[in-house]
């Protein structure tokens, strides 16, 4: 992928172009991680709890992380009184 310039606002935001975001599944809320190796900056996604979780229980309970929210969800009507 070729490199992307983006600018800096004043107060340090940097806007994420679109077509990344959607690559990337990043969304409002999601978290990112920035590492700083000599002179660049490297940014990577944080897995969410769901995702993490949905990795760990693959063949039990779902294969996406909305299949898990489903298996939760389920879980909690069935324990409520």
Known sequence: MKPISVTVSDRGYVVLP???RKE???TSGSRILINKQKDKLILEIVPS???KLSGLTE???GDRPE???QFIDGEREERLP
Do not use: G
């Open 18 to 20: 679109a077509h990344l």
């Open 67 to 69: 299949s898990v929210d």
């Open 59 to 61: 063949k039990t309970i």
């Open 49 to 51: 709890f769901t995702t």
């Open 24 to 26: 990337m599944k990043i």
